[in-house]
């Protein structure tokens, strides 16, 4: 065991990945290893917010690295809630600097629709750590949808542990490697001011920041981020 302290003594070491915002960024402290974080709240903001911290994740944290990211997508069987947009993704790409190509190569996309595929995602992940050792950043979209989403009809407290079961260990195997996770999830039906994400109790205890995200108002020029939880920001 260490202290909380010797953890983010080592992590200041490692350079952040940016969120693509430099106001998120001083609001989170950017991406920083071994953290895990949720985003919740308009589909939109998140789906941006993705694509900009997936582009940061392939920059080089050091003279010649070629760092490597994961993204998990669980949706159901529809075509259009596992699709992602792949011409902004290519945009950001080529604006970072890199060859499109030998980026998009570094980059693997996993997909679950029901909840033991997520649990095999997992296992694939494992798997995937043992060949891939520089592996700097595991995106999740969607990390509870299938809980709600999966087919089966009977039995529906297997498919919540089912769920549940892969985000421990998907935890776990982040944290032993001091690989970031990033993580969005839905909002909770709720009357609150401020919404708060869906299986609220099981993510705030597993999630280290969590984040609402909400749309401009009529007379407001920026989206706005509501911190939710984290170990440095009120």
Not at 40 to 60: C, D, M, N, T, W
Not at 64 to 90: F, K, Q, S, W
Not at 182 to 195: D, F, I, K, N
Request: aromatic share 8%; net charge positive; with cysteine.
């Amino acid at each position: 065991f260490i202290t909380g302290l010797q953890q983010l003594q080592a992590s200041t070491g490692v350079k952040p990945i940016s969120t693509g915002s430099p106001e998120l960024d001083e609001i989170t402290g950017g991406i920083r290893q071994d953290m895990f974080y949720l985003y919740y709240g308009e589909k939109p903001l998140i789906e941006i917010l993705f694509r900009h911290v997936l582009a940061h994740s392939l920059e080089p944290r050091f003279p010649g690295d070629h760092p490597v990211a994961v993204y998990m997508i669980c949706g159901n069987y529809r075509r259009e809630r596992i699709d992602i947009d792949t011409d902004l993704m290519v945009e950001l790409i080529e604006s970072s600097g890199f060859h499109m190509e030998e980026a998009l190569q570094r980059i693997y996309f996993f997909t679950a629709s029901s909840a033991d595929q997520q649990g095999l995602l997992v296992e694939e992940l494992e798997r995937l750590i043992e060949r891939e050792s520089n592996i700097s950043l595991v995106m999740i979209r969607g990390i509870f949808k299938l809980h709600l989403d999966d087919a089966r009809t009977r039995n529906r407290h297997v498919v919540v542990e089912e769920v549940q079961r892969s985000i421990i260990r998907l935890r776990q195997i982040c944290a032993r490697r001091g690989i970031p996770i990033v993580a969005s999830g839905r909002e909770a039906s709720s009357r609150r001011l401020l919404p708060q994400p869906e299986a609220s109790s099981f993510l705030k205890h597993l999630a280290n920041v969590i984040i609402y995200l909400r749309g401009r108002g009529k007379n407001s020029r920026y989206n706005r981020a509501f911190v939710v939880k984290s170990p440095t920001r009120t």
